[in-house]
């Protein structure tokens, strides 16, 4: 499953996967908060020309929007704080600047639901168990592009389901925006008690989704996991299932009410731990960073984070059978059991994705090449040889892309001042520290300078030039050395330099996809083994030669990945 965000209007108008429309301040909260009232009838339109034609004939719903109605037209105004106050019995009708026209620009899409800050971690949960591809659409795009508050929570959404990001740091920066403080100070009288409702992280947590019916103006809107009102979908109306009752035995109304009771209780017990649990981890990560020159390693919110993490996630849980090549220890043995499919990335109606991939030789950046691979993507790889002391790991890049018949790039740099590193300067010392150790040494000499910003900047280059779609790297801040260039942070400010710095960022976005990022090195044997990775071509020593060494950072890492993993690693052969 791919995250997208729609840069244009038309993009959403094309889109017949899945789509969330974000709009943060008012649309998207005020119909949850209506949902969350209990409302089981409320419906959308597009323009005020049409709800004023149905309000006329249906009376009994009561008008949510900050449009200009005729004279005398009674409404309550788009207001998450108003919506609190509903009456839970009263059908409702809303229309508004931006979030419902983003709506009716989205009806091609299979599903379509809506959100924000108010259900952030509910939908994400949500999105993670969805196959086709998602894109998110800042309502914004449908009415004022300088409200940057749409953008910097589809942003978020984005960048946490991809295993990094912070919901409650993008509301810190949204309050920050111009947009907010006019909001704020010039905006409706209830705008202190909207944008407090709006920027609740999770407070809301109910997922609208909308039904189109055909031959009329306006889309039913309900709690995602419920039935829609009967009154809400004529006979003719195109009926979208829920995604809960996909091949699953038909069941009574009765019984859906239960299970929807039932998911909805266990959902929210789970958030409202998470959230507890991210923001003291938050502060504890704090205190260390503050006492320590090393970069933060999130190892501890792997738990955490696991059930909206990548789907490689989805492969590990399962247990691991032997590859081919690739034997289990005797002692780990388990009771076969089907190997686990990884998602496949649907490309029907669209050209295959391209990705330029970084690729080192090493066991990370294989197992990268596989994932991509499998993925669906149609792969270019990228291999720089910037005056390592040996070229163990390009020949080792060479062979696997042969292999795969996979398209490579080697570009070589010859920038003296890389001299200061071990990695480069063969009179310098490895370190050889012992395995626990490794993080406590901060920085490392092996550390080269810039090394993976000018990759990913060279990488840049090539997809633009190649009409590429991603760029995917195996950095990993679990089990590492301590490099600065290899933290979630620093990818995700590249991936947005990238964006805004490229010719294929700027019209269509691109992905800068780093999906070893909180994976321990065990996980990633464990998962270079179930993509049948030839470890035995793989090179990670930092030395050279014709065996790995057994004592620099990188063996040693690598060591107990396998070890704790029980697969043999058949470089050792």
Known sequence: MNVLIAKTKEECKVWTDNIVVVDVLRSATTICQLLQRGKRDVRVFED??????????????????????????????????????????????????????????????????????????????LLKGLSRDVLLVPSALFANKDDAEDFLCVSALKDFLQGFGNAELAVNDVKNTLRYVEF?????????????????????????????????????????????AAEAAPEDAVVMPSLDAVNQPQATKEDSAATSTKSSSKLRGFFSGFLKTVKEEEKELMETFQKSERPLRPAETRETLAPILDPVDQILQEPQAPAEQNTVAPEREVAPKPAADITKIPLAGRRKKKAIVLFSGGLDSTTCLYWALDKGYECEALTVSYGQRHDREVLAAQMITRNLGVKHHLITLNLPWLSCCSLVDKNQKLPDVALED??????????????????????????????????????????????????????????????????????????????????????????????????????????????PCGHCDSCKLRAKGFAEAGVHDTSLD
């Open 184 to 228: 704020i100070k010039h905006g409706p009288k209830t705008a202190k008690e909207d944008a407090a409702i709006a920027l609740r992280v999770n407070g809301l947590p109910i997922i609208p989704t909308f039904q189109f019916a055909e031959g009329e103006d306006y889309a039913a809107c309900f709690a995602y996991g419920q039935q829609n």
């Open 48 to 125: 005020v020309s049409k709800a004023v034609a149905f309000k006329e004939k249906n009376p009994q719903f009561t008008v949510y929007s900050e449009l200009d109605f005729p004279q005398g037209f009674a409404h309550e105004d788009n207001s998450p704080y108003a919506a609190s106050k509903a009456d839970a019995g009263t059908p409702a009708l809303v229309v508004t600047t931006a979030g419902t026209k983003a709506l009716f620009g989205a009806r091609q899409a299979s599903q379509i639901f809506m959100g924000g800050f108010c259900n952030f971690y509910e939908l994400a949960a």
């Open 438 to 547: 490794i993080p406590k040494e901060g920085i490392p000499s092996t550390y080269v300078p810039g090394r993976n910003l000018m990759f990913l900047s060279i990488a840049g280059s090539l997809l633009d030039a190649v009409e590429a779609d991603a760029i995917i790297a195996g950095p990993n801040a679990v089990d590492f050395s301590g490099y600065p260039d290899c933290t979630p942070a620093f990818f995700k400010a590249a991936g947005e330099a990238l964006n805004r710095g490229t010719k294929r960022g700027v019209r269509e976005g691109i992905e800068v996809l780093a999906p070893l990022m909180d994976l321990s090195k065990t996980d990633i044997v464990r998962l270079g083994a179930k993509l049948k990775v030839p470890f035995e071509l793989t090179w990670s020593c930092y030395a050279g030669g014709k065996k």
